[in-house]
């Protein structure tokens, strides 16, 4: 007779080779953290169609003034992901991302509090650096906890967040200030990023033999996936841990990431020139209600979690994720002409939000193209460096739109800027996608 004890340990054994999937609780946590983050970052958006908000910071019918609270959040995100990245792989990517949340809900006080217009711009500065530490602390995770075959998905995992936050920021933000005020906005911000903080503190680790829910069975999926590229990646360089100078020198020499980083950037410039201005244009320029100005606002960022998901799919499926980068901005850069160019408003908010979503198109592929292409000891850095130079690039781009209101007065000008951006980096991709990227 078989003995209890013995088929309880095979019963066990039999469970165990069933992989648990902590990993997806993982990247869903990543989603909801990037979708707080946009939520920080689109409620000045908001603001600057609300005139009780403007006349509040002196700033009413100064359009290059308006342009400037996106520009120096941009700015300072880019700077971080510069300097403070390089930290983020030394103290893990968990303790940095719960350190930048707590200086978001900082930011969000202090922006709730201010009485003048530099105290404003000083909780947007501080805003992002909190989130320039953040966000390539996203693609580390990925790459610890996916195998390569997955990171197509993860990443359109994490990435719809991108555009869920503006999509929910827009009749969200619209509401809370309709009702009860621009200050209560950012006391709510403060709230909502608690929500992260502890979903990260209570339910992650850097890697997945440090979590006590991980399996054998799964553990020994991740990791013999990625030992097969780390080996792979060995034999390519040669490089074992190299010193920030050498992971420097590298990147600066590596074309690819160099047209990577030149694509998203461009990318960059038009979620944040459209994320700072669309709510402002379908009100001024193409005379929209308040409540119907949140509804077409949001609708982009709608299209774009579409475009992501899409994406992911597709990247998977047919691994050639350079084409889908070359699609995405060139439909962006069409949408947003004919947006321009439209008669009709309704029209012209439809084409805008198939140009301005479709970048969605394109986001993951440019972080999964990011990660193959560099060795997993300095993905963490590049994309610091990559993110650093779109930022820096893209917080050009609102201010520089406000400038061209201020000089033409009309938005016309700064549309084309957009579009110029996504002919430019359909071109930069395209040696990739001859690559089979």
Same mark, same amino acid.
């Given at each position: ?6 088929r309880?340990?095979?019963v066990?054994e039999i469970i ?10 993982v990247?869903i946590?990543?989603?909801i ?6 939520l920080?970052?689109v ?5 600057i169609?609300?005139p ?8 009413n ?25 390089p ?14 949340l707590?200086?978001?809900?900082i930011s ?5 509090l201010?009485?003048?217009f530099?105290i404003?711009?000083a909780s ?17 995770f ?21 555009m869920?936050?503006?999509?929910v920021?827009?009749?969200?933000f ?6 009860f ?15 992260p ?12 033999a440090d979590?006590?829910?991980?399996n054998?069975?799964e ?5 013999e ?11 390519k360089?040669?490089?074992e841990?190299p ?13 690819k990431?160099i ?10 410039s038009i ?15 193409r ?23 899409a ?14 980068c ?11 002409y ?10 012209a ?7 301005v979503?479709?970048i969605?198109?394109g ?9 193959r292409?560099?060795p ?7 994309? $610091?460096? %990559?993110?650093?130079?779109? /930022?820096?690039?893209? *917080?050009?781009i609102?201010? &520089?739109?406000g400038? !061209? ?8 000008? $700064?549309? %084309?800027?957009l579009v110029? /951006?996504?002919?430019? *980096?359909?071109?930069c991709? &395209?040696?990739?996608? !001859?690559?089979?990227?």
């Amino acid at each position: 007779m078989e003995n209890v004890g013995e088929r309880d340990m095979v019963v066990e054994e039999i469970i165990d080779e069933t992989p648990t999937k902590k990993r997806v609780g993982v990247v869903i946590i990543l989603l909801i953290t990037v979708l707080v983050a946009y939520l920080d970052r689109v409620n000045v958006s908001v603001l600057i169609a609300d005139p009780t908000f403007l006349d509040a910071m002196g700033i009413n019918g100064k359009p290059f003034e308006m342009g400037l609270l996106t520009s120096l959040f941009v700015a300072a995100y880019g700077f971080s992901n510069f300097v403070l990245t390089p930290l983020g792989d030394r103290m893990g990517a968990r303790k940095t991302m719960i350190l930048a949340l707590a200086l978001w809900g900082i930011s969000s006080i202090i922006g709730g509090l201010a009485q003048t217009f530099m105290i404003m711009l000083a909780s947007r500065v501080l805003l992002g650096l909190g989130e320039g530490m953040h966000f390539p602390m996203q693609g580390k995770f990925v790459k610890n906890w996916f195998p390569p075959s997955e990171r197509g998905r993860a990443n359109a995992t994490w990435v719809v967040g991108i555009m869920a936050g503006p999509a929910v920021a827009m009749p969200f933000f619209t509401t809370i200030i309709h009702n009860f005020g621009w200050r209560d906005s950012f006391f709510v911000l403060a709230l909502i990023g608690m929500v992260p903080i502890y979903l990260l503190w209570k339910y992650t680790t850097d890697k997945p033999a440090d979590h006590k829910g991980v399996n054998q069975a799964e553990l020994r999926y991740i990791e013999e996936a990625l030992a097969k590229e780390a080996e792979e990646e060995k034999q390519k360089s040669g490089l074992e841990k190299p010193k920030l100078s050498a992971t420097l020198k590298m990147l600066a020499t590596n074309y690819k990431f160099i047209l990577i980083t030149l694509y998203y950037s461009c990318l960059g410039s038009i979620l944040w020139g459209a994320m700072a201005w669309l709510p402002s244009y379908l009100k001024m320029a193409r005379g929209f209600s308040w409540s119907s100005m949140g509804v077409w606002a949001s609708m982009p960022y709608v299209f774009g979690m579409v475009c992501i998901v899409a994406s992911g799919y597709f990247a998977d499926k047919f691994n050639r994720r350079a084409v889908l980068c070359a699609i995405s901005m060139f439909c962006a850069a069409v949408g947003i002409y004919l947006g321009a160019q439209a008669v009709d408003n309704t029209h012209a908010a439809m084409f805008l939000t198939f140009g301005v979503g479709a970048i969605g198109f394109g986001i993951s592929p440019a972080w999964t193209i990011q990660q193959r292409i560099i060795p997993a000891h300095s993905v963490g850095t590049a994309g $610091g460096v %990559m993110n650093g130079i779109t /930022n820096l690039y893209s *917080a050009l781009i609102p201010a &520089i739109i406000g400038w !061209l209101i201020a000089m033409t007065g009309t938005y016309n000008a $700064g549309l %084309m800027v957009l579009v110029a /951006n996504g002919l430019f *980096a359909t071109l930069c991709v &395209i040696p990739l996608a !001859l690559k089979k990227y």
